[in-house]
C-alpha cells in the first residue's frame, strides 16, 4: 500500500489561492488519482481525478477554479485551488483510485 502525505493547505481569504501538494511513497506513474475534501459535518466527496495518461475531471462546485495535475517523476499530486470561496473550507485528501490508500489529509479554511 503507498503511503500518501498532503500538505500545502492554510487559512486563506475568500478569493485566494492556495496549491496542495500530494507526496507519495512509492510509484503512482500507472494510477489514477484523486483530491476529495470534507467538511465539517459533511460526507468526503470527490472534488477531482485524474487519470494515468493526465485526463482530469472536476466536481462542477471546482469546475474553473480547480486544477488538478501530476508529476510521475517526482511520485506527487497537486491540486491548484483559485477563487476559493468560503465554501470551500474543508480537510482535503488525496487517494488513489480503487484503493484503501489516503492521506492524512490537510485543512484548507478560507475566511476573512
Known amino acids: 500500500q503507498v503511503h500518501l502525505v498532503e500538505s500545502g493547505g492554510a487559512l486563506v481569504q475568500p478569493g485566494g489561492s492556495l496549491r496542495l501538494s500530494c507526496a507519495a511513497f512509492?510509484?503512482?506513474?500507472?494510477?489514477?488519482m484523486g483530491w476529495y475534501r470534507q467538511a465539517p459535518g459533511k460526507e468526503r466527496d470527490m472534488i477531482a481525478i485524474?487519470?494515468?495518461?493526465?485526463?482530469?475531471d472536476y466536481a462542477d462546485s471546482v469546475k474553473g477554479r480547480f486544477a488538478i495535475s501530476r508529476d510521475n517523476a517526482k511520485n506527487t499530486l497537486y491540486l491548484q485551488m483559485n477563487s476559493l470561496k468560503p465554501e470551500d473550507t474543508a480537510i482535503y485528501y488525496c487517494?488513489?483510485?480503487?484503493?484503501?490508500?489516503w492521506g492524512q489529509g490537510t485543512q484548507v479554511t478560507v475566511s476573512s
Open positions: 487517494t488513489i483510485i480503487g484503493t484503501a490508500s
Open positions: 512509492g510509484s503512482i506513474f500507472d494510477r489514477a
Open positions: 485524474v487519470t494515468r495518461d493526465g485526463i482530469a
